[in-house]
């Protein structure tokens, strides 16, 4: 029971504080969840990684594998998806309310200027916290694949989609 408790807390955390969206959570989830102990890192990038290819947010597809992984169950799943999706749900709700009826305000258009790098500042960092011994297993090959797919998404109008299965394709040729 303890367990969920715990899952709850972080959730509630993860989910009140996660403002920018999936990516923009991942080092508040790596906080929350690897620092203590539940997951390890190569676990977590694991789940990042599956994360990122199942439908739906990252954050709670995260969190739907990461409360069955905790607690080994399929209620750590319900417990973490819905405990993370709440403290959203209830702030976009009144948000949405509130935002409406002073929309015009300076100090709202100030709250929403000053969010705005954060949000950026928290992908920057998800990035960041993604670049790791998982991630690069061999650092020539692995930056090159990253910067050839990063400079491919700027300078070009090349698809993302085809961009990700180039990569794999690419992946598959040098390391397998």
Same mark, same amino acid.
């Given at each position: 029971m303890a367990v969920y408790i715990k899952l709850i807390w972080a959730y509630m955390k #993860?989910?009140?504080f996660g403002f920018?969206?999936?990516y923009a959570m991942l080092a508040l989830i790596e906080r929350?969840?690897?620092t203590p102990g539940w997951i390890t890192k190569q676990m977590f990038t694991d789940v990042v990684a599956v994360s990122q290819m199942t439908p739906g947010p990252i954050g709670i597809n995260s969190a739907t594998y990461i409360g069955?992984?905790?607690t080994g169950s399929v209620w750590g799943s319900v417990v973490a998806t819905i405990t993370v999706v709440l403290p959203s749900f209830l702030l976009v709700l009144y948000a949405g309310h509130? #935002?409406?009826r002073h929309k015009d305000s300076t100090a709202i258009r100030g709250i929403f200027a000053g969010l705005r790098p954060v949000v950026i500042g928290l992908i920057a960092s998800a990035a960041i916290l993604m670049m790791n011994r998982q991630n690069f297993i061999d650092n020539t090959w692995s930056i090159f694949i990253c910067a050839v797919s990063l400079a491919a998404v700027l300078l070009t109008r090349i698809h993302p989609i085809f961009i990700i299965c180039l990569a794999g394709l690419a992946g598959f040729?040098?390391?397998y």
């Open positions: #993860i989910g009140l920018g969206g999936g929350e969840i690897v069955y992984a905790v509130f #935002i409406r040729v040098i390391y």
